[in-house]
């Protein structure tokens, strides 16, 4: 007998209307019309759920439909599929953040470690600046003075290794001129030091050049 027709023989043995059959399995009338007509079928849970209320076996409701039982078959093979895909999935995502904290750990440990260890080296003070934003601020002479971020590393979920930016600025107030000196992009080459914007040009480098050590020792000294 097709599955349709024993859901049918059970709503009608136990002098239910589609509509009572379908609100005891909170579905609609016309989806219970459609399991009699063979238009579709309940789901397994909702088997399970018929199967225990009447007290029917499972095999006794699929007796004789093989085309649902084999869909069943399939879906029940495919949960455990299913399964062991989602289980396989979690356990190399739980990995792959196990290992990636790890990593990000490391590098918060090494980058902000040796930022205060090259900080500690240097008498500075913390200041705030625009956006309430801590700075460092490390006098050079009466008129020029450093200053760098505090830095911390980006957020586990950033995915990052290491800091954002990696600046130091000086300021230096002269007679006639105010100039900014910037590291941002120094990476051992002077020549990479920009000057209000603009590269450091021969001249900068002679007339500063004690500075420019300083804020050269100093990056070496924070972040190298």
């Known amino acids: 007998m097709e599955l349709g027709q024993t859901i049918k ?10 509509n009572d059959f379908a609100e005891s399995f909170h579905v609609t009338r016309q989806t219970v019309s459609n399991w009699e007509n063979e238009k579709s079928y309940p789901d397994l849970m909702t088997l399970v759920e018929i ?25 029940l093979k495919w949960g455990k599929w299913s399964k062991l895909v989602l ?6 995502l739980a990995t792959v953040s196990i290992g990636w904290f790890g990593v990000w750990e490391y590098n918060k440990v090494r980058s902000e470690g040796k930022y205060k260890e090259g900080l500690s080296q240097y008498e500075s003070e913390l200041v705030e600046s625009d956006g309430n934003k801590s700075m460092y601020k490390i006098k050079y002479d009466e ?23 990696k600046d130091i600025d000086c300021c230096v107030e002269t007679g006639d001129e105010s100039l900014v000196f ?7 080459n002077a020549d990479n030091i920009q000057v209000n914007s603009k590269m450091i040009t021969n001249e900068q480098k002679e007339q500063y050049a ?9 990056y070496e000294a924070l972040y190298r």
């Open 143 to 165: 008129n020029s003075y450093f200053i760098l971020p505090d830095q911390t590393m980006p957020s586990y979920f950033e995915f990052a290794t290491d800091f954002r930016a």
């Open 182 to 188: 910037c590291w941002a992009a120094y990476d051992g």
């Open 87 to 92: 289980g396989i999935a979690a356990a190399v």
């Open 51 to 75: 199967s225990n209320k009447f007290d029917i076996s499972l095999d006794t409701m699929l007796k004789g439909d093989s085309k649902v039982a084999k869909q069943m078959n399939r879906d």
């Open 9 to 18: 023989i059970i709503r009608k043995e136990n002098n239910l209307t589609q």
């Open 210 to 218: 004690d500075l420019i050590k300083y804020g050269c020792d100093l």
